[in-house]
C-alpha cells in the first residue's frame, strides 16, 4: 500500500507577492462555501511560532509503523507552503490512504487538502487525527464530506487496521477507535484499549532524523487546560530503559547537532526509571545534551544529579502562574514554594530551568498577575515565557466553557481564530491589562545567569563534567575575565564536549575581544569543521562576515560579537522535518526512508560552505509568541 502521511498548512498560504486570502466573504466573516481559507483577519507575522512548522512525532510514529508492516510511505511537511504548491503536491502525489495531521491551529489547512485530495484522488481513503481530530472527530466528518475516518486518541493500532482494510477492500464500519462516514452517515465505533506495551511499536528514529524524542505517553494528572488525557488517557505509560537507550543511539545516529529534545508530558513521571536511564546513557558513553519538560513535584537532589551527569542541560518546568489560588484552581496540584524550592535544587547542579507561564486562567485577576511578576523575581529561573490560555477542544476548560455557555464548539468550524486565546473568567479590565502587559513582555525572557562562584560548585558537585565547565567559562565570559573564559573553553574542548562549536564561539569572542583578529578566524574555521549549526555561532560569522565586508577593521567599527551557549536548537530546513523543498522524487513511491545503517556525511562534507542561507534554516525551541486575548463575548457563536 502507498500511504502519504501529511502535516497540512493552517490555511491557504499565497505565492510570495501575493495579498493573503480574505476570509470576509459574508457578514460573520467567513466563506459560505467551507472553511475559511486566509488567515485570521488579526493574525500578524509570529503568530505561529517555530514549533507549529515542525513535524508531529506521531506521522514518524506511523511511518515507522506502517514501513515495518511493507507499505511504502512518504512523510511530507506541507506546513510552510504557498497553496500553489501544495495543489502540485497533491496532484502529482498518488497515495492509496492520506493520513493527516490535525491540531487547532492547522484544521481549516486539514479540511482544504482533505477537499484538495478528494477532488484529485476520489478513489483514495482519507484520514484525520490528532488533538483537535480526537474532541471533534463527529463535527469534522459532518463538516467535511471529504474525510473517511477520525481516528481518537493514540493512533497506531487503529492506522494499522484502515490500511489493512483499505488494503482488502473492506469497508471502516465498526472501526474500533475511530469516527467513520458510512452508507447510514457518521458513525463512532467502539473504544479501542491503548497500546500496553509501547516496547512493541517499531522506533521511529530508525528512519527519520528528528531531534525531538518520546519516551513514554500520558500524564497522570488533569490540569484544566491540557489536551494530554485526551490524546493518550489517564496515565502514564513508558517505553523499556533498554529501547529508549537504543532509540537515542539511533537518534543521534541521523542528527548533525548532538542535541534532543525529549518531549514527553512530564519525563520524570517514573524518577527510578529516569535514574536508569540517565546511567545507561553514561554506560554507553552517549555523549550528547538533552531538555525535558517535567513538573516541579517529581523531581529530586539524586535525579537531578544524575540526569546533569548524563547531558541533561534544561529543565522545562510548567509552573503557570505564582499565585496559588490559581495553581488550585487549575488543578495544578503543586505550590509556590515546591516551585521555588525545586527551581534551586536544579541551579545546584547546573540545569537550566526554564518556565512556561500562562495569563488568563481560572480566576486570573490584577492581584493572582501581580503575585506571579512577584514570584518570577523570588524563584529567578534561567529562562521564562507566557502564553495566553488557549481552551483547546477536550479539556476540562473547554468542556466547563461549554457548560457555561460561552463557548459552542461550531466556533471551530465557523470562525477564523488561529486558536481560541480568551481568558477563561478575567474582567473586562483584568484582560486588558494582561494584554497590554503581554503586547510587551511576548517571547523568550533572560531571567538568572549563573555567577562564577556558583558555577565552580557546581563543577565541586559534578567533577569534570564538560559541559559544566563551559559554563564556567561563560561566567567568566559575562564577567569580563576573558583569559579564564578562554581557558575553561578550552578544557571544555579536552574534556569532548559534545557540541564543540559553542566552545570554539566563545574562543572567537574572546580572540576578537583582545584585538586577535587572525585568531578569532581560526576558531570559526575550527567551529565550521566540526560543529556549525548553533543560532549564536551563525549569527556571530555573519556579523565578522558583514564586518569585513564594509571594511570594519580598517575603519575602526566595532564589531558585536555574542558569548553564550543556551540549550538552543537549530535545523536545517529539510523534509521531512520541516517544510523545506520536496526532491524531485518525491512522488515517487520506490524512494524510501534510508535505514539507520547509512552513516551520515562527513562533517567536513555537511558544512561545507557553512554558513546556511536564512531562509533554508528554522530555529525550533526559542519560544514562540502567541496572540494575544481576544475578550470571549468576541467568540460566542449566536
Known sequence: MRIALLYPPPWKIPDRGQPALDNAGTPSGVLRDGPPEGPPGDYRDGDLDADFYQTPYGLFALGAQSIRAGHRVKVMNLSGFAWSRVEEVIGELEADVYGLSCWTANRRGVALVAREIRRRHPRACIVIGGPHATPLAREMLEHYPEIDCATLGESDATFAEIVERVEAGRSLDGLAGAVVRTSRGVEAGPERSNVRELDALECPHRYYGTHIVMTSRGCPWACTFCGAETTWGRGFRGH???????????????????MLQIKDDTFTTNKKRVIELCRGIRERKLNFLWSCDTRVDVLSDELLYEMRLAGCQR??????????????????????????????????????????????NRGETRETFEETL??????????????????????????????????????????????????????????????????????????????VEECRAVLGRLGEHAPAVLDLAGAHYAAGELEAAAREARRALELGHPTPGLAYNYLACVAYRQGDITGMQDHFMAAAKTDPQHHVLIANVEAARTWFRERGPERGTPLVLEGR??????????????????????ANWDAAPEPIGVAPRSAEQENAGWLPDPESVMRLDVGGEPIEFRHKRLRVVE
Request: hydrophobic residues 40%; charged residues 25%; aromatic residues 12%.
Open 240 to 258: 523499556s530503559v533498554p529501547y529508549v537507550l537504543d532509540m537515542l543511539e539511533a537518534a543521534l545516529a541521523r542528527v548533525r547537532v548532538r
Open 374 to 451: 512577584a514570584f518570577l523575581d523570588r524563584a529567578a529561573p534561567h529562562q521564562y515565557i507566557f502564553s495566553c490560555l488557549s481552551v483547546f477542544p477536550g479539556t476540562a476548560d473547554f468542556k466547563a466553557a461549554e457548560r457555561a455557555g460561552w463557548l459552542q464548539r461550531e466556533a471551530y468550524f465557523t470562525e477564523d481564530f488561529q486558536e481560541l486565546k480568551v481568558p477563561f473568567d478575567a474582567s473586562e479590565d483584568d484582560a486588558r491589562l494582561l494584554n497590554d502587559w503581554f503586547g510587551k513582555n511576548h517571547g523568550l525572557q533572560d531571567k538568572y545567569s549563573p555567577s
Open 315 to 360: 529543565l522545562s518546568l510548567g509552573v503557570e502562574s505564582g499565585s496559588q489560588r490559581i495553581l488550585d484552581a487549575i488543578h495544578k496540584n503543586i505550590t509556590v514554594d515546591e516551585i521555588v524550592a525545586a527551581t534551586a535544587m536544579a541551579k545546584r547542579h547546573g540545569v537550566q530551568v526554564r518556565f512556561y507561564m500562562m495569563l488568563g
Open 565 to 586: 551557549h543556551d540549550f538552543q536548537l537549530f535545523q536545517r530546513n529539510t523534509q521531512p522535518t520541516l517544510p523545506g523543498a520536496l526532491g524531485e522524487d518525491f
